[in-house]
């Protein structure tokens, strides 16, 4: 989970690949340091935006120290 990612990811995993995405949904994109990433997912969860749950598990990307994660949503 998270918190593996966060003791000692792989910072050379290559970033998702957003290209072929269904257009029927919407995403919304955290990008930063792994803990804000996560410290910034808890206070969503914690003002009714998002599950916890619902986010993808934060990635590590091409660049050092930074980390991605997705949440995907249907369009309504």
Known sequence: MAEEFLSGGDFN?????FAN??????????IGEPNW?????????LQGF?????WGQP????NP????AVLKRPRV
């Open 65 to 68: 120290g930074e980390a991605i």
């Open 21 to 30: 995405l269904d257009p029927r949904w919407n995403r919304v994109i955290l």
């Open 13 to 17: 995993t290559p970033t998702p690949n």
């Open 37 to 45: 990433v996560l410290t910034t997912i808890h206070q969503l969860h």
């Open 50 to 54: 998002a599950e916890v749950g619902d």
């Open 59 to 62: 990635l590590p990307t091409q």
